[in-house]
C-alpha cells in the first residue's frame, strides 16, 4: 500500500499556498476596520431603443465602504462604480433607487452607504421633424444699404431629438453669413446649426442662404429730414 504521494513538491507548494492565503485572511481579521469615502462613476446600461435620457444626472455617486486600512489605503476609485439599469424603462420621469447590488467595490471591501440613495432620471422618446431654416447674419452692409429678403435652399431640415424638445421649437438656425460692407446680393453655403446637444441635424447638414442687400430706406429718409 502506497503511502506517499506521487508528487511531494507539488503538495508541499499547495499546502505553502493554502498557509500564506490563511495568513492574510487572518492578518486582515485583526487588522483595525476602517471606512473611506469613494466617488463612484455611474454607468446607465439597457436605455430602451429610441429613448434619451434628458434629466441632468450625477456623473459620480458619493460611497462610503468599509474593510481594513490596508485595502482601503490601495482602493482605487477606478475600480469602484454605481450601475443603473434601465431595461424596460417607459417614457417619463421616475426615481430609481441605488442599492448595493447596482455596486461595484474590490474584493474586501464592504459598502456601508450610498449618496444620493435615489437617482431621477426623465426619458424621452426620440422623434424625428421637419422644420424651417431660419438663416442668420452677422454685420453690416455698405453705407445707404441694409439687408433685404433672406432665402435658404432647401428651406427645411429634418432633426431628430427628446419629443419635448422637438415639439417646443420654430425653426432651426445656421452658421452666421457675414455682410460687412456688402454692396449687392450675398451668398454662401453655411452649417445648419443644432440647438440643443440633444437634437442631431440630419439632413440637409448644410443649406445655401442668399441675402438681399437693399437700400436703407430709413437712412435715407433722416438724411432728408436734414
Do not use: C
Not at 449618496?115 to 424621452?124: A, F, H, N, T
Not at 421637419?130 to 429634418?158: D, F, Q, T
Amino acid at each position: 500500500m502506497r503511502l506517499l504521494p506521487r508528487h511531494p513538491a507539488t503538495m508541499a507548494l499547495a499546502f505553502v499556498l493554502a498557509a500564506l492565503v490563511w495568513y492574510a485572511q487572518a492578518l486582515d481579521r485583526r487588522e483595525r476596520i476602517s471606512e473611506r469615502q469613494v466617488d463612484a462613476p455611474v454607468t446607465f446600461v439597457n436605455v430602451p431603443a429610441e429613448m434619451v435620457i434628458t434629466s441632468e444626472v450625477p456623473r459620480t455617486i458619493l460611497l462610503r465602504v468599509r474593510g481594513s486600512l490596508s485595502r482601503l489605503r490601495g482602493l482605487d476609485p477606478t475600480q469602484t462604480g454605481v450601475v443603473i439599469d434601465l431595461r424596460g424603462a417607459g417614457e417619463g420621469e421616475r426615481d430609481i433607487s441605488v442599492e448595493n447590488r447596482n455596486v461595484i467595490v474590490p474584493a474586501g471591501a464592504e459598502v456601508v452607504a450610498v449618496s444620493p440613495s435615489q437617482v431621477p432620471v426623465r426619458l424621452e422618446r426620440l422623434i424625428r421633424r421637419r422644420l424651417p431654416v431660419k438663416p442668420s447674419v452677422s454685420g453690416r452692409p455698405a453705407p445707404g444699404l441694409m439687408a433685404g429678403a433672406i432665402y435658404s435652399e432647401p428651406a427645411s431640415a429634418r432633426v431628430a431629438g427628446p419629443r419635448l424638445q422637438l415639439e417646443a421649437m420654430q425653426a432651426v438656425t445656421t452658421e452666421p453669413v457675414g455682410l460687412d460692407g456688402a454692396e449687392g446680393p450675398v451668398e454662401a453655403r453655411v452649417a445648419v446649426r443644432s440647438p440643443h446637444p440633444l437634437v442631431r441635424i440630419e439632413e440637409p447638414l448644410v443649406v445655401r442662404v442668399v441675402v438681399e442687400v437693399v437700400p436703407d430706406r430709413g437712412e435715407a429718409r433722416g438724411g432728408t429730414r436734414r
